[in-house]
């Protein structure tokens, strides 16, 4: 492994010290990760819902509100049609309960069985008995092309609400909300199908205040050099639609003659200290121009009672998105800031019920693998703080049911104790269970599912080893057939539920991107696709399309259906592709190090560095430290079966620290006999028995 560690300016830390009021370890990390200003500082460093973007930044979000909002007025049933993996079912549960609340005549579905990926006729058939005539998908729904031309020929209307790739063809839906459209007006294209439903439900409330559709102008005057400048945005729905900037030497022109009327006609005007804007106003123009405004100031002054008397540029200076983005920091952007700071605290805009729901965003967030950057971070964040206050009760059970109510919930709990045990219910045909937990409101009722998903979690592993060897030594022969650059493996002994999880696995045997393919009684294939090394799978199995019944997914998790009648050539096809494939191995060999740490800096205080980063997961790796001639006081192998793992105890100073070192049994004797190590780690909890551990996980060593 190569061990690299960024050279960064003293100057730049020194400065990022200073503006983020950070200690030197933290402005390092934020230097070396090129998290230094905009919105990946903003993002990593703050945790407030007032940075989560405006779910009308959707283009066509005002077009499924209204939809659902008619369907409301006229009773109409509504489904709420999911997928079954935790995406699903979170983004399920979410709309269900939301829909439910406002009076909504709604059902939901989510596959069972061996039934297939995404809308299907059998569901739509099923809603046209019963009279149904809206349909709403969620992470799911942007690949069903036919199945939507069905609904619309059955007079249902389809609000897609998805975030996979769309195909060539886009369906005929009454409006999609997906954020990997290229129009959609949405600044990030990477958020789960979760946090889709999530905005689809934020704009549903807001809709329901009488700022919906309002158009609203903020307007301030300043003076410059010998002229005064006019800036007005024009909002609706709380986004900017419209900006108009006007440099005016007082009486050099009339009112009329400005583009100031057209504008501001009919439009309600907020500004700040209107006695001041006025006679600004009256000094460019002069009298007899009557202005209709009202004064934001009084109001906020009466909320943030810290603020009373401070002028726009005073607010500007406190301005805390001004200090992450210096060229968005003018007196118009701190009245736009503090404007919509006002209206979301005044109409409640992220209390109980997103506090709930966020926890659920979050948890799709972590399980679909979506980057951790941007607007992501601040779900995530936000969703481990409401966790930690008060978890979700089927979340807690889960918990509880494993021993794990004492410890904080974190990017790990969260990843490796509650998503796995939810999967669990759609990998086994039976995800209506998870979403039922969920929704369950007796505590009994939610007790016994709870217990459900924990048997199907167990009889899960119990399914992917067996399949795992089934598929094991034909994977070897499949690595060199197809180039070393690609594994595929079928067989009508496998669970299609599992086979994301055996290519997973594939992929970190031999670090190549893996298909694993289930022969369905039905005489169809489906397989899953799974990539590594900055290989996107879909640039793989879009140009095989000709093969599919379906396919989609995502750029490194992907997933297809074909006849099997069609497999050898299928197969055949992938071999020839293999052959193009370019993998960046030279990335995965290399240690990119945030920090070299003293010896004297491996305190349990060093925790508190390591925690003002979190999240980490997809995009965002645990901080990698380094610390040189380290002393191992003692070293053992570990491990049940076959004793392969390597633990250590180091001298730190003052303290001692446990490390493991995974599958590096066979350093043992060289480890006892050295002078002193050089380490890579990354320091991490070990819970046990209730308590929890300080332990470091090593990532490489050299033996001095």
């Known amino acids: 492994m190569q ?15 200073q503006k983020f009021g950070c200690d030197a370890l933290s402005a390092s990390i934020l230097a070396r990760r090129n998290l230094t200003e905009g919105k990946a500082a903003l993002y990593s460093l703050e945790t407030n819902s007032r940075y989560l973007y405006s779910p009308f930044l959707f283009k066509n979000m005002e077009d499924a509100v209204d939809r659902i909002l008619h369907a409301k007025d006229e009773g ?44 299907s006729i059998k569901a739509i058939d099923e ?19 036919a199945e939507i031309d069905y609904a619309n020929s059955k007079g249902i209307d389809v609000i897609i609400t998805d975030h996979h790739k769309p195909q060539e063809t886009i369906p005929d839906a009454f409006t999609i909300i997906n954020p990997q459209l290229e129009n959609s007006g949405y600044p990030l294209r990477e958020i789960s199908g979760c946090a889709v439903a999530w905005k689809l439900v934020l704009a549903l409330r807001f809709a329901q205040t009488e700022l919906y559709k309002t158009s609203i102008c903020l307007l301030n005057v300043r003076p410059i050099t010998d002229a005064y400048t006019i800036e007005i945005r024009k909002l609706v729905n709380l986004v900017e639609v419209a900006r108009l900037t006007e440099h005016i030497q007082p009486g050099a022109l009339d009112f009329s003659s400005t583009k100031l009327p057209t504008f501001l006609a009919g439009e309600q005007i907020f500004v700040w200290n209107e006695g001041q804007q006025k006679k600004l106003l009256e000094h460019i123009f002069g009298k007899g121009i009557e202005f209709a405004f009202c004064d934001l100031q009084p109001l906020v002054e009466k909320m943030f009672p810290q603020l009373k008397a401070s002028s726009l540029l005073k607010l500007k200076d406190f301005s805390t998105i ?49 980057p951790l950057h941007d607007e992501n971070r601040m779900i995530l964040k936000l969703g481990m703080e409401a966790m930690n206050k008060k978890l979700l009760p089927g979340l807690a059970d889960i918990l509880a049911r494993q021993g794990a109510t004492s410890q904080k919930v974190r990017t790990h709990e969260i990843g490796w104790l509650l998503a796995p045990v939810l999967n669990a219910s759609g990998r086994m045909g039976k995800a209506e269970l998870a979403v039922k937990m969920l929704l369950a409101k007796n505590i009994g009722e939610r007790t016994e599912l709870v217990e459900q998903l924990f048997k199907m979690n167990d009889e899960r592993k119990h399914l992917g080893e067996t399949c795992w060897n089934i598929i094991l030594a034909p994977s070897y022969q499949s690595f060199d057939e197809y180039n070393q650059r690609l594994v595929v493996v079928s067989s009508d002994k496998l669970n299609r539920g599992i086979s994301g999880i055996l290519a997973s696995r594939l992929v970190n045997l031999f670090n190549v991107p893996a298909i694993v393919m ?58 020839d592709a293999s052959e193009s494939i370019e993998l960046n191995t030279h990335a995965s060999s290399i240690l990119e190090i945030d920090a070299e740490l003293p010896k004297h800096f491996l305190t349990p205080d060093i925790f508190n560095c390591v925690d003002s980063f979190e999240p980490f997961g997809e995009g965002f790796p645990e901080l990698m430290f380094m610390t040189k001639e380290l002393i191992v006081e003692d070293a053992d192998i570990v491990g049940k079966g076959e004793k392969k793992h390597l633990k250590l105890t180091l001298k730190c100073g003052d303290t001692k620290w446990p490390a493991m070192f995974w599958n590096s049994g066979d350093l043992l004797q060289s480890v006892k006999a050295s ?8 320091i991490s909890r070990n819970y046990y028995g209730g308590n929890m551990f300080p332990q470091l996980i090593v990532q490489d060593l050299k033996i001095n």
Request: glycine content about 6%; aromatic content about 10%; charged content about 25%.
């Open 3 to 17: 061990w690299k560690k960024k050279n960064i300016d003293s100057n730049l830390v020194k400065s990022l010290m």
């Open 76 to 119: 109409e049933k509504v489904l709420i049609f999911g997928d079954r993996d935790v995406d699903g079912i979170t983004s399920t549960t979410v709309l269900y309960e939301a829909l439910s609340s406002i009076g909504i005549d709604a059902t939901w579905k989510i596959p069972v069985a061996d039934e297939p990926y995404g809308l």
């Open 127 to 145: 809603f046209a008995q019963n009279d149904g005539t809206l349909i709403i998908t969620v992470d799911c729904g942007i690949s069903n092309k």
């Open 322 to 370: 001004g200090k992450y983005d210096e060229t968005k920091n003018t007196e118009i952007d701190a009245f736009f800031n503090i404007f919509i700071t006002f209206i979301q605290q005044a109409n409640k805009t992220f209390y109980t019920k997103e506090l709930e729901e966020i926890q659920l965003v979050a948890l799709s967030t972590i399980s679909d693998l979506m």
């Open 518 to 575: 289930c022969e369905m009684p039905d005489n169809t294939v489906v397989g899953s696709c799974r990539s590594v090394c900055g290989f996107q799978i879909l640039d793989l199995i879009a140009p095989l399309k000709r093969f599919f019944i379906d396919y989609g997914g995502h750029n490194y998790a992907a997933g297809f259906t074909i006849h099997k009648d069609n497999l050898l050539a299928f197969k055949k096809a992938l071999k």
């Open 675 to 682: 002078k002193s190590i050089d380490m890579v780690y990354n």
